[in-house]
T-cell receptor, first 113, second 111 residues
Framework: EPEVTQTPSHQVTQMGQEVILRCVPI?????FYWYRQILGQKVEFLVSFYNNEISEKSEIFDDQFSVERPDGSNFTLKIRSTKLEDSAMYFC???????????FGQGTRLTVV | SQQGEEDPQALSIQEGENATMNCSYK?????LQWYRQNSGRGLVHLIL?????REKHSGRLRVTLDTSKKSSSLLITASRAADTASYFC???????????FGQGTELSVKP
């Protein structure tokens, strides 16, 4: 069964460092998303991406964040200068059509120290 | 916030019993989805109900949607210990494809 894969599963980084979280969405999906979940809290939308551009982003997704689809398979989330409050589980998701069933990866647990 | 509350926040039942979780939201929606999350893992899509639908079934799952009350419920019948997880509702509006999640219900099914 096709699945969304994310790497790494865990990432520990120093405050102020840049991190890149990687995702491989399901191959025939057209819509890609990043969400985050701070420990014990609800899942929050960060950004959606379609046709090689951002289609929507939340207030969380400020200038420190960027997304890229560098090739036909990968979808990355970059945080330029990490803060302690960026510590969370980051989930990538993809869907075939806008607003339909989303398939989530297993997440990257980011810890900023 | 587009999303209201889910209740209960936590639910503990015995195997074989039914579990009902409720979700409320605030804005008009295109569809509402339910997801399951095992501890520390990714979210798994369970079921999608469109705004013009009132009830949907999938195996042991039954979802209802009342757009006049802006609420939905998820019923899991004949629960199993393996159903132990957190369950989230998520709404999708007509303005885009993002999912807006509720706080979730933590379900514990005791064998």
């Amino acid at each position: 069964e096709p699945e969304v894969t994310q790497t790494p599963s865990h990432q520990v980084t120093q405050m102020g460092q840049e991190v890149i979280l990687r995702c491989v969405p399901i191959s025939n999906h057209l819509y890609f998303y990043w969400y985050r979940q701070i420990l014990g809290q609800k899942v929050e939308f960060l950004v959606s991406f379609y046709n090689n551009e951002i289609s929507e982003k939340s207030e969380i997704f400020d200038d420190q964040f960027s997304v890229e689809r560098p090739d036909g398979s990968n979808f990355t989330l970059k945080i330029r200068s990490t803060k302690l409050e960026d510590s969370a589980m980051y989930f990538c998701a993809s869907s075939e059509q806008m607003g339909t069933e989303a398939f989530f990866g297993q997440g990257t647990r980011l810890t900023v120290v | 916030s587009q999303q209201g509350e889910e209740d209960p926040q936590a639910l503990s039942i015995q195997e074989g019993e039914n579990a009902t979780m409720n979700c409320s939201y605030k804005t008009s929606i295109n569809n509402l989805q339910w997801y399951r999350q095992n501890s520390g893992r990714g979210l798994v899509h369970l079921i999608l109900i469109r705004s013009n639908e009132r009830e949907k079934h999938s195996g042991r799952l039954r979802v209802t949607l009342d757009t006049s009350k802006k609420s939905s419920s998820l019923l899991i019948t004949a629960s199993r210990a393996a159903d132990t997880a957190s369950y989230f509702c998520a709404t999708v509006t007509n303005q885009g494809g993002k999912l807006i999640f509720g706080q979730g219900t933590e379900l514990s099914v005791k064998p």
